[in-house]
């Protein structure tokens, strides 16, 4: 087996849903980690997209279908680095340690081991470039957290692989926060968008409004592709931008594929 290390980027927000109404004042909330409640894209939704509705049997070979078993397999796209509105450097990027120790865990796991720094903080601390640093602090929304040290490390270790020429624009924004810290971001740091249906005839809103809930653009998203034959791979590179999720038609969900994804 085979296997590639894969980074999303989105251009635009993205939704990818439950499949249902919510019962919260979110009406269709994004997917989420049952764990963690960190926002995922589900690898069915990323396989859906790359197969593109092709049923013949080279797509069935690699994607399955209901005779067989798919020769290419992916693993739901986990978010990597959130952006959050920043005092200094307009927004920031940010990751968690726990975040970066389930990435180094599963690499290992599946052959691709990365030498990444495991840097540590708590509670209203981060480690953070020099960007986003106001009088020694990051200041994101509502929220003043510390410099204790620069993220430096974790840039050159991430930077080359997720952004590959672009590393600049990772070293200007990352900041390490606390697991709470990012948490709290992914619970309340994602747009909440309010909808409406117009009645076509009379000009007037037929229903809603209703209130959705997307992952916001600039987000990282991280997953795995695993193949029996390396040549399965050039699936993922058959385009390099992906639709992905609910409302397409207003512009929703794109995601760009970056770097090659080899440590």
């Known amino acids: 087996m085979q296997t590639r290390m894969v980074f999303w980027q989105a251009l635009t927000p993205v939704h990818p849903g439950t499949g249902q109404d919510s019962s919260s004042v979110i009406d269709l909330p994004v997917a989420r980690e049952a764990a963690t409640g960190f926002p995922v894209i589900t690898a069915s939704s990323l396989k859906g997209v790359l197969r593109d509705g092709r049923t013949d049997e080279a797509s069935n070979k690699v994607f399955g279908s209901l005779e067989q078993m798919g020769e290419l397999t992916l693993t739901d796209a986990r978010l990597l680095l959130l952006p959050v509105r920043s005092y200094a450097g307009t927004f920031a990027l940010i990751t968690c340690p726990l975040v970066l120790k389930r990435l180094k865990r599963d690499a290992e796991a599946l052959g691709q081991p990365l030498n990444l720094p495991e840097p540590s903080v708590a509670g209203e601390q981060a480690l953070a470039g020099s960007a986003i640093q106001y009088n020694n602090k990051v200041i994101l929304e509502d929220i003043d957290l510390s410099v204790v040290g620069s993220s430096e490390p974790l840039v050159e270790a991430l930077g080359p692989l997720i952004f590959g020429q672009e590393e600049k ?50 987000a990282v998203f991280s997953c795995f592709a695993i193949a029996k034959d390396p040549q399965h791979f050039s699936e993922l590179e058959r385009s390099r931008y992906l639709q992905i999720g609910g409302q397409a038609s207003v512009g929703r969900g794109l995601l760009r594929r970056l770097g090659g994804g080899q440590p």
């Open 169 to 218: 624009y990772l070293t200007d924004r990352l900041a390490l926060v606390s697991d709470d810290v990012f948490s709290y971001f992914c619970q309340t740091g994602l747009e909440v968008i309010a909808r409406v249906q117009l009645d076509h005839t009379q000009k007037t809103v037929k229903e809603g409004p209703w209130y959705e809930e997307a992952i916001p653009a600039e």
